[in-house]
């Protein structure tokens, strides 16, 4: 049972160039989430999907766009990476959106934009 | 304004030894409260869940306090070991537009040495 996978793990971008992080999961959640993590902040929310099919903007979801592929898959898209998307990714899935239960993380992914 | 505040930022503690973190905030309404456990380079794992009714949680050697009137929780660590050095994180759930919403602290790293 592998939870929650994200791929790519890092990932070093040049400012301008897009990019897909991918995120799968295999507990059957309707919720999934992309979170963002900055040093010295708590988790940001930038887009968040409560079934599949729906998807609905979060705190910072400037310059993202998201995609409910299926309810297994929820992918990011930085359309033209800046700066201040450099940042660690995650993705989870399950949580309290709109059934209050535990939410699962997975690794991250770690984006530098130069 | 929903905000999680964690201190200290960081704390560094001999291995053995007690330590105690702490976490106010000021969401309302209030649903829960939960203590994530994140390890350098992973995502957050779940220590523990509180509710609005419940004072005291034990995981192991984690216990969580909630004090509901003060809007206030400690995680106390027992018997410190190498393996608890990560950054732990309070997220209370709130319930604000038809929709649980969870606010995150910034996390305090603890760092055990031997």
């Known amino acids: 049972n592998a939870g929650v996978t994200q791929t790519p793990k890092f990932q070093v971008l040049k400012t301008g160039q897009s990019m897909t992080l991918q995120c799968a999961q295999d507990m059957n959640h309707n919720s999934m989430y992309w979170y963002r993590q900055d040093p010295g902040m708590g988790l940001r929310l930038i887009y968040y999907s409560a079934s599949e099919g729906t998807t609905d903007k979060g705190e910072v979801p400037n310059g993202y766009n998201v995609s409910r592929l299926n309810k297994r898959e929820f992918s990011l898209r930085l359309e033209s990476a800046a700066p201040s998307q450099t940042s660690v990714y995650f993705c989870?899935?399950?949580?309290?959106?709109?059934?209050?239960?535990?939410?699962?993380f997975g690794q991250g992914t770690r984006l530098t934009v130069v | 304004k929903n905000q999680v505040e964690q201190s200290p930022q960081s704390l560094i503690i001999l291995e053995g030894k007690n330590c105690t973190l702490q976490c106010n905030y000021t969401v309302s309404p209030f649903s829960n409260l939960r203590w994530y456990k994140q390890d350098t380079g992973r995502g957050p794992v779940s220590l523990t869940i509180m509710t609005f009714s419940e004072n005291t949680k034990s995981n192991g050697r984690y216990t969580a306090t909630l004090d509901a009137d003060t809007k206030q929780s400690s995680l106390h660590i027992t018997a410190s070991q190498l393996s608890d050095s990560a950054s732990y994180i309070c997220v209370v759930i709130g319930f604000m537009d038809s929709n649980y919403q969870l606010i995150w602290g910034a996390g305090t790293k603890l760092i055990i040495k031997p």
């Open positions: 989870a899935s399950g949580g309290p959106r709109r059934e209050n239960t535990e939410a699962f």
